[in-house]
């Protein structure tokens, strides 16, 4: 069982959806801090986060997860004022598919320069303690979206870098472990327009199944997530659908 007594806590992402509602669940923990990274400042929310636990200190940090230079900067500064990361949830979901660039760019690609620059805050050969890094992928990461290729793209690739780096000789060097997450339909802004949203024309028929489908809360989906990741198992998958927990078991199909 994962014990978040003063630990340190970055989350990147925006202030809606699973991921926030992770964060505002990690302050009934006992952290120490969380820092908040984010293209835009939410005043109203930073204020209700800090009012969830007086106790936890909260900061906001000004990224932009589409530009390398403000990722350096932001996690330079970020790692300064905490002295260590010990974990890090990579928050970001964005559906955009007609917009190729920023589909994958925050999704896949900046999630994966946020993590290269905040390891060395939490591998405990350089300047950290060791940690946990949670990347939020979807169901799409695990099978085919043919309504939103691109996004399922990127969210294959989450899933690709997850357990890359949730390997046990990494984990052994770094005392840093690996996990995603896979949510399923959740009730979030991203779902509201979808047709807006599909890779191209043919894709438009495909998008009634969707709106039309059950959906989870963001509240039950984040609650299952902080349970899996307090089960600390490096290099797992877990899919959260409709508020229940299950872990991925993936078939090795080829072996060096």
Same mark, same amino acid.
């Given at each position: 069982?994962?014990?978040?007594?003063?630990?340190?806590?970055?989350?990147?992402?925006?202030?809606?959806?699973?991921?926030?509602?992770? +964060?505002?669940?990690?302050?009934?923990?006992?952290?120490?801090?969380?820092?908040?990274?984010?293209?835009? !400042? /939410?005043?109203?929310?930073? *204020? *209700?986060?800090?009012?969830?636990?007086?106790?936890?200190?909260?900061?906001?940090?000004?990224?932009?997860?589409?530009?390398?230079?403000?990722?350096?900067?932001?996690?330079? *500064?970020?790692?300064?004022?905490?002295?260590?990361?010990?974990?890090?949830?990579?928050? !970001?979901?964005?559906?955009?598919?007609?917009?190729?660039?920023?589909?994958?760019?925050?999704?896949?690609?900046?999630?994966?320069?946020? @993590?290269?620059?905040?390891?060395?805050?939490?591998?405990?050969?350089?300047?950290?303690?060791?940690?946990?890094?949670?990347?939020?992928?979807?169901?799409?990461?695990?099978?085919?979206?043919?309504?939103?290729?691109?996004?399922?793209?990127?969210?294959?690739?989450?899933?690709?870098? @997850?357990?890359?780096?949730?390997?046990?000789?990494?984990?052994? *060097? @770094?005392?840093?472990?690996?996990?995603?997450?896979?949510?399923?339909?959740?009730?979030?802004?991203?779902?509201? /327009?979808?047709?807006? /949203?599909?890779?191209?024309?043919?894709?438009?028929?495909?998008?009634?199944?969707?709106?039309?489908?059950?959906?989870?809360?963001? !509240?039950?989906?984040? +609650?299952?997530?902080?349970?899996?990741? !307090?089960?600390?198992?490096?290099?797992?998958?877990?899919? +959260? /659908?409709?508020?229940?927990?299950?872990?991925?078991?993936?078939?090795?199909?080829?072996?060096?």
């Amino acid at each position: 069982m994962f014990d978040w007594t003063g630990k340190n806590v970055v989350y990147a992402g925006s202030f809606t959806g699973i991921g926030w509602q992770m +964060v505002m669940q990690l302050m009934q923990k006992k952290i120490k801090m969380i820092g908040i990274m984010h293209r835009l !400042e /939410n005043v109203e929310m930073m *204020k *209700k986060l800090q009012a969830e636990n007086p106790a936890v200190k909260v900061v906001f940090m000004q990224m932009n997860l589409m530009d390398k230079v403000s990722i350096e900067q932001a996690m330079l *500064k970020m790692g300064q004022m905490m002295g260590h990361i010990d974990v890090l949830i990579n928050g !970001e979901d964005v559906l955009l598919d007609k917009d190729v660039e920023t589909t994958m760019g925050m999704n896949l690609t900046g999630m994966i320069m946020m @993590t290269m620059m905040a390891m060395p805050y939490m591998d405990k050969t350089q300047m950290g303690m060791g940690g946990m890094v949670i990347n939020l992928s979807s169901v799409y990461g695990l099978e085919p979206a043919p309504t939103f290729a691109v996004y399922a793209a990127a969210k294959h690739g989450v899933l690709g870098f @997850t357990r890359s780096m949730g390997d046990k000789i990494i984990y052994q *060097k @770094t005392g840093v472990m690996f996990m995603a997450m896979c949510p399923g339909l959740t009730n979030t802004e991203m779902m509201a /327009n979808l047709r807006d /949203n599909v890779t191209w024309h043919h894709s438009e028929s495909m998008v009634e199944a969707i709106e039309s489908a059950k959906r989870q809360m963001p !509240e039950e989906a984040a +609650v299952q997530m902080i349970k899996a990741m !307090e089960m600390i198992k490096n290099g797992s998958m877990w899919i +959260v /659908n409709m508020g229940q927990l299950k872990e991925v078991m993936p078939t090795m199909h080829w072996q060096m």
